[in-house]
């Protein structure tokens, strides 16, 4: 192993999980209902929106995925932050708005624009508790190899004490807890990867420096020429896609205020994670610079933080790396479980949850999605790999048809589910030929173009949609006022 492990950092980040839990304990006493509980009342100021989300896309792949793919692909490790940006803007642009209707998910959501039909929620809510299952494998995942690198804990225990860290305080406290362990955890994060950034290229003499180890190729633009102009692409067009149809940033406009809240918060966070986008490129290469021969590239980030730099500054940076994995893991772990209590129960029972029992539910069901995420996890290896990889098969045919149904009249609920499958059917060709992968990068593109293609098709052939947006939200409003959770704003609210 290329890093000393020391128990001074288990003994940091225990301390930073208890006081992560008397967080929970604290807003744990906000929460009378399951709208609290999962929703966080819909009351999320611009502040907390704004720290929140951040926190979750500085999350697992952003920072220790970035830095290791940087430390063996240069410049390219950038990648992941502008996509991150441009999906953030394309988020604000096309659904910001999308909070005047009252969703509760991203499944509700999609069905509404296919009139509130119940079959194509039913494939969106699978599609999507599978989805947030899997970003909460990934960030467990990150964690525990972090974990096990700086104290020398086998991988299997860290990735339980990773799941348990974050785990606790979000089965006490909800979603209102995930928002502000998300300010602290985000805070943290951002300038901890400053600071790492800062004292990492000051270490390597520069940018001069970065040239002289890293040579050439990994100095490119963006890394095109180490990657190759497709490959890079797909990098930046896959993370993008993980934005626009990750249901945990839609947890996240639903439990806004209001739209304005939403407009200015993502705005805001747009630009801030374009500024970060450089930073985990930058450790990744100065880690290069200082050390080419580690084991595994996702071991530069803790190799910096232990190996370079003073035993205090470890310990601070120990914090901000996993506070990645916290303040990303915590918020999908929340929307998994709002899917499975509003749209997977419904569609496995044909009833909605009884709302005098949904505290007890939705923290049962906390634990049950840590458990899936923790067994996920322990056959995953590389971070980056896996979430692209889980990205491309899951959301791209879902973001086609979300994006169909909400600006073509003509999409039609069959249609939608055409592009689900047939984008789903085209990563895993893609991912099953090594020609197309090295060709491609990852399946990103394919898989967009063939769910479009599908869906546009399949909606021409069948009968248009009769139901009105007006018709499709009652139905909706309906189920959740069952759950105590019916608001509803009519279609035509600005």
Excluded: C
């Amino acid at each position: 192993m290329d890093i000393n492990p020391h128990p001074i950092y288990l003994i940091v980040f225990i301390g930073f999980v208890i006081v992560m839990i008397g967080v929970g304990l604290v807003v744990a006493r906000r929460n009378k209902t399951g709208e609290d509980f999962l929703m966080a009342g819909r009351g999320l100021s611009t502040p907390l929106l704004l720290a929140t989300t951040l926190a979750t896309l500085v999350g697992t792949g952003s920072s220790l995925g970035a830095v290791g793919f940087a430390y063996e692909n240069g410049w390219a490790g950038a990648l992941y932050g502008i996509g991150g940006a441009l999906g953030v803007i394309l988020l604000m642009v096309m659904f910001a708005n999308v909070r005047k209707y009252g969703f509760m998910t991203y499944s509700e959501e999609v069905s509404f624009y296919y009139g509130a039909d119940r079959r194509i929620k039913g494939l969106v809510a699978i599609v999507l508790l599978l989805a947030s299952v899997g970003w909460l494998g990934a960030h467990v995942l990150g964690g525990a190899l972090y974990l096990t690198y700086l104290t020398g804990i086998d991988p299997s225990w860290s990735k339980v004490i990773v799941a348990l860290g974050f785990g606790i305080y979000t089965v006490i406290g909800g979603y209102l807890a995930v928002v502000i362990t998300d300010v602290i955890q985000g805070t943290l994060l951002f300038f901890g990867f400053m600071t790492l950034a800062v004292l990492a290229l000051t270490k390597v003499g520069g940018s001069g420096g970065l040239s002289a180890t890293n040579g050439e190729v990994a100095m490119e633009f963006l890394g095109i020429q180490s990657l190759g102009a497709v490959p890079a692409a797909s990098l930046a067009i896959v993370i993008a896609v993980g934005v626009l149809a990750t249901p945990s940033y839609r947890q996240r406009i639903y439990s806004a205020a209001n739209t304005g809240v939403v407009r200015r918060s993502l705005l805001w966070v747009a630009g801030l994670f374009a500024l970060f986008s450089v930073m985990p490129a930058i450790v990744g290469m100065a880690a290069h610079s200082l050390n080419p021969d580690l084991a595994s590239p996702d071991m530069a980030f803790p190799y910096l933080a232990t190996e370079v730099f003073p035993l205090a500054v470890g310990a601070f940076l120990l914090v901000a790396g996993l506070s990645a994995t916290m303040s990303s893991g915590d918020s999908d772990a929340v929307t998994a479980v709002t899917i499975l209590l509003r749209d997977v129960y419904q569609l496995v029972t044909g009833r909605m949850p009884q709302k005098d029992k949904m505290l007890y539910y939705s923290r049962a069901g906390l634990l049950g999605v840590l458990t899936f995420a923790l067994i996920g996890a322990l056959v995953a290896d590389t971070i980056i790999g896996y979430i692209t990889t889980m990205i491309s098969t899951i959301l791209t045919g879902l973001l086609v048809a979300s994006i169909m149904g909400r600006f073509w009249e003509r999409a039609t609920w069959q249609g939608g589910m055409a592009a689900i499958i047939t984008g789903s059917v085209a990563a895993l060709m893609v991912q099953a030929n090594s020609d197309w992968s090295a060709f491609w990068g990852n399946p990103v593109i394919p898989s967009l173009l063939t769910a479009t293609v599908f869906g546009v098709v399949v909606s021409l052939v069948t009968p248009p949609n009769q139901v009105s947006d007006e018709e499709a939200l009652k139905v909706l409003a309906e189920e959740r006022a069952q759950i105590d959770v019916g608001t509803v704003i009519s279609a035509t609210e600005s």
